[in-house]
């Protein structure tokens, strides 16, 4: 009769707190609405089930529980039965499973308009990077990495003299335009990671790994690292800022290139070079 | 084979190998500490296990203080808290669950369950116990080097793992921890090889494999994904120890360190992860498939009905055991790998999920029209079948390689393997003392005091992780020791607390099961024969508990399968699997 009641209170109690409890994910502040669509749909069926097998179990521990004179039935098995049981749950992954597979698909497909940015991590801070007039980012290499070029940009490709380097400093980026993040590490695992836009990846040294958004309202967001990187792991914190249009062209404006920086000499000896050709 | 039949109706078929009595312990030493007895050997297991488990159980608390209380104790300092999690983790899941399990149950109910007076390879099974012993020993002694023990996480992801960022990284504990684990995959080699090979030939007569209980398919499943598991993660380590010691470069691409250009160059931390993985997700079935075997039984025996759909509960068992071997990846949806592989893990994944719904349509199938017992081993496996569904569910998501992204590396993930594969495996363990302490030790234990222990473990627990989840969907990150940040309302640090409080209250009354169990095996009520009335072979030897050899004289020999409960027109509510007194009632068992 106790277990019976309890197991209907964990019911009762889990429904309630997911329902009524203050605590649920932040507002969204991209295009990634798709992931909460597809969460609130694995919410529904995995709850109708969770429901469904702990209030059956309550009643079959109140109704057969041990009396005197009580002998359980003999049953060893039923085919049917299983099959069927098979043939829902079977049906209730696939309802989850197609919708994560399609919205899988739009998550891994940069779309043509996005704006290549870049973020590079190390321990225990994040610096970006962001293309200059020519719209596109010059190559890197932890060779070139040192204390002029923290972020390794190839000192001999033109891509890289105009490129914005923030080294520390808030990320600003303009709302409403698809973004593609090429995340890099200079030393072990990162993990870019703002709640708001639900987009993460792990950033790893050796490899340029990436995801995209399109920012859907301007704000501050906190950005954290969600791959354990060391001691300093959890102080790993930065702020991402999404500006109107006209707000972010002025920040961007007023950042440094990298050919303005001490390790951009050799660029702007090149760019010489090039322009001094007949 | 020559030999004929004695009886050519019964369908037992003759011995095929001479009864040899198992190897006696001739003094002191080979009786008490270097015992060949598989019985004794799980004793030694389980106790080691136990012990260490403990520790990882003190750990738990200090993170819980931290979490709960951030900035109270000053003593836990992000280094700290980082090794703790650490070790926690490790702990747990392998030095702890595993080997008791495999190496606990396994080497007692074995040999007990399938009709053999002990383990095929009793010398190696004895080697197996010493190594994980040593193993430990070298886990323990980490935290005492110079440094103390490793912090890189219990997934011990490379390159922070070897790099001086990380707590034990260029110091002793990472190589003491990589050192353990070869240790402890060796000795589980020589236990593991014996239990398959004790399964596979040395079932006494009539115990055909769809016979047996679905306690030892459940081991002997997780054993053979388990020696085929392990060597990943024994090359990995012996790779990582490479790169750390001999500045090999398996996992270390190029890399700048606080501002230095180190010497590594050319490898993948990826291939780690891999190798990790191709490991660890089938550890979480090599500690998840023996609990199911054992609850399944715990709830047939306490329910007086057959498990429901023994056959389709044992090619759960194996399908399961097959399919995890593909799903590794799912663990590493956001680890940058290329993203195609996305939609093949998911779909393996989720597919998994239908063997294992089913098992849990079966269990409770099985209590639906029983004679329902409400004791301590029936009230864990309840406990059980509510905490591991929830973290089943919970698997749902996290599988589900988009809804993964938000999740991933947040509290979500940390709630949702607590579920399914601490709290959940936990209660069987418990369930399984309850039941089998009557066999090992002769007494019962203290059934007021395991209500207060069930009700305060199986409670407190589901109050420490239900929440939990919901702290990580405001997106709160895992491994972090303050979770402060601008998006987190005040009242996560609220609901942290109260997290705190329930998991010290949880640690407490595990404090009360220990005094259960020492006070028991003195003062506990003493147990008649088969106490629960169980038709299992366990239960059936000439005494409780079994002596060396288990079987008296003569070797049982077996007419019926394990479930026999409750069947009409029987004398009593269950017929042993050794009565020959009574015909096979179900035709479609051999």
Known sequence: ?278 | MSSVSEDPDSGIPPAEVPDLPPPHAHGWWSRWVFSQDAKYIALQYSGTAIAIGMVALVLSWLIRMQLGFPGVFDFISAEAYYQFITMHGMIMVVYLLTAIFLGGFGNYLIPLMVGARDMVFPFVNMLSFWMYFAAVVVLVASFFAPGGPTGAGWTLYPPQAILSGTPGGTGWGIVLMLVSLILFIIGFTMGGLNYAVTVLQARTRGMTLMRMPLTVWGIFTATVMALLAFPALFVAAVMMLFDRLLGTSFFMPALVEMGQQLSYGGGSPIVFQHLFWFFGHPEVYIVALPAFGIVSDLIAVHARKNIFGYRMMVWAIVIIGALSFIVWAHHMYVSGMHPYFGFFFATTTLIIAVPTALKVYNWILTLWRGDIHLTLPMLFALGFIVTFLNGGLTGLFLGNVVVDVPLSDTMFVVAHFHMVMGVAPIMVIFGAIYHWFPLISGRMLSHRLGLIHFWVTFIGAYAIFFPMHYVGLVGVPRRYPDISASFVPDSVATLNAFISVAALTVGAAQILFLFNFAWSLRYGRKAEPNPWRAASLEWQTPEMPPRHGNWGKELPVVYRWAYEYSVPGASRDFIAQDDPGHPASWSHVP
């Open chain 1, 1 to 278: 009769m106790i277990v019976a009641a309890s197991l209907v209170l964990i019911v009762l109690f889990s429904v309630g707190f997911h329902l009524f409890s203050p605590w649920w994910w932040t507002p969204i502040a991209s295009n990634w609405g798709y992931i909460d669509t597809t969460l609130v749909i694995t919410f529904w069926i995995t709850g109708a089930v969770f429901v469904a097998v702990v209030l059956f179990m309550a009643w079959c521990v109140f109704r057969y529980r041990h009396k005197p004179g009580r002998v359980a039935h003999y049953e060893p098995e039923s085919r049917k039965l299983e099959i069927w049981l098979i043939a829902l749950t079977a049906l209730g992954v696939a309802a989850m499973l197609a919708p994560g597979l399609v919205v899988w698909k739009r998550f891994i497909t940069v779309p043509d308009d996005a704006t290549e940015i870049e973020v590079v991590a190390q321990q225990w801070y994040w610096s970006y990077r962001l293309p200059g007039v020519d719209g596109r980012l010059g190559s890197s290499g932890t060779e070139w990495i040192d204390f002029d070029n923290p972020l390794g940009i190839n000192p001999h490709d033109r891509f890289g003299a105009d490129d914005v380097v923030i080294d520390s400093g808030d990320l600003h980026l303009p709302l409403g335009q698809p973004v593609r993040v090429n995340l890099r590490s200079v030393d072990v695992l990162h993990d870019f990671y703002v709640p708001e836009f639900r987009a993460k990846m792990d950033m790893v040294p050796g490899m340029v790994t990436y995801f995209w958004f399109t920012p859907t309202r301007t704000g501050e967001f906190e950005v954290l690292c969600a791959e354990l990187c060391g001691v300093g792991h959890g102080v790993m914190r930065g702020y991402v800022s999404i500006d109107e249009p006209e707000d972010f062209d002025s920040w961007l404006g007023e950042q440094v290139t990298f050919a303005g920086l001490p390790a951009g000499g050799a660029v702007r000896v090149a760019e010489t070079a090039e322009e001094s050709d007949p």
